[in-house]
């Protein structure tokens, strides 16, 4: 990054009015609890008040470089918009702001819990009698954010947390756009590459379906315990979702029954006119599954 490009991510910074903290005084860091491919997040002790909670921090240099790709609609940032989505199915968050070195941070609540992506690929008991309504949850949750006027667009189930109650918690917005055309324009293929839709692939225009279509993906996996589609480098995986068939779920769990195999196919229909049409439809015909799922 030249000189000036770096003097125009720290006047935008500067700009922005956001509080600038010493997160190394502020917080006392615990541990590393992930990493995402623009962020390192920690668990941490804020001083200020004690409380123990998740602290994100993110690479300035990658979330400038994202946030060009929405030249001249002012996208707001991941804080930002995490600050405005209250909702018992969303990880609450509490404050952002920038370091010292002006990056963004993002202070959230610390799920007690695990990713959904964990109870899949240990067969996890947790999941048995559970499947219904994780979904439904998950589905809910990201309702009110198309209400809300946002597309998480990174809809997987790496980003979502289930509490030791069973709650289900979306985290994760750094991909995260207003629902708006001109952020839905052809071109801007973002996403994990497991569960980005056929039209966002072709790079044709989107809209809220994008995320059905990852949400389909992710039903598959809850209840198969693996994709719809083979394994492989990037532009194979990409190639399969616009081209093939996705394999009967039958195959992997031979006991699932017609209705179930109906409603897993139908969440990852290539046309999103064949597709669940919005998280409220999604939910209504997972609830209809026998709940011994």
């Known amino acids: 990054m030249s000189f000036f490009d770096k003097l125009k991510v720290w006047f935008n910074s500067e700009s922005s009015n956001l509080p600038i903290v010493d997160i190394n005084k502020r917080f006392e860091l615990l541990g590393r609890t992930g990493q995402g491919s623009m962020s390192k997040v920690y668990r941490a002790r804020d001083r200020d008040n004690g409380r123990t909670v998740c602290l994100k921090v993110l690479d300035k240099v990658k979330a400038e470089?994202?946030?060009?790709?929405?030249?001249?609609?002012?996208?707001?940032?991941?804080?930002?918009?995490?600050?405005?989505?209250?909702?018992?199915?969303?990880?609450?968050?509490?404050?952002?702001?920038?370091?010292?070195?002006?990056?963004?941070?993002?202070?959230?609540?610390?799920?007690?819990?695990?990713?959904l992506n964990f109870l899949i690929e240990t067969k996890h008991k947790d999941l048995t009698g559970k499947r219904v309504n994780y979904l439904s949850q998950y589905a809910t949750g990201i309702e009110f954010m198309h209400k809300s006027g946002y597309l998480h667009r990174d809809i997987c189930p790496r980003n979502v947390m289930v509490t030791k109650e069973g709650v289900v918690k979306i985290i994760d917005f750094g991909l995260t756009i207003p629902y708006k055309p001109d952020y839905c324009r052809p071109g801007n293929r973002t996403g994990t590459t497991n569960y980005l839709a056929p039209e966002l692939i072709k790079r044709s225009p989107t809209d809220n379906r994008v995320d059905m279509f990852?949400?389909?993906?992710?039903?598959?996996?809850?209840?198969?315990?693996?994709?719809?589609?083979?394994k492989g480098p990037s532009e194979k995986v990409l190639?399969?979702?616009?081209?093939?068939?996705?394999?009967?779920?039958?195959?992997?769990?031979?006991?699932?029954t017609d209705d179930v195999v109906k409603f897993l196919l139908k969440g990852i229909e290539r046309?999103?006119?064949?597709?669940?049409?919005?998280?409220?439809?999604?939910?209504?015909?997972?609830?209809?599954?026998?709940?011994k799922w």
């Open 214 to 230: 990852a949400l389909g993906v992710t039903a598959y996996e809850v209840f198969t315990g693996t994709l719809p589609w083979e």
């Open 65 to 115: 470089k994202f946030e060009a790709r929405f030249k001249g609609l002012k996208k707001p940032p991941e804080g930002e918009i995490a600050m405005l989505l209250k909702h018992d199915n969303i990880v609450q968050t509490f404050e952002h702001g920038l370091t010292t070195d002006k990056e963004p941070f993002i202070v959230m609540e610390l799920v007690d819990g695990v990713g």
């Open 239 to 256: 190639s399969a979702i616009v081209n093939q068939a996705p394999h009967d779920p039958c195959e992997y769990r031979p006991e699932l």
């Open 271 to 291: 046309d999103p006119r064949n597709r669940y049409q919005n998280p409220a439809d999604f939910r209504e015909a997972v609830e209809l599954l026998s709940k």
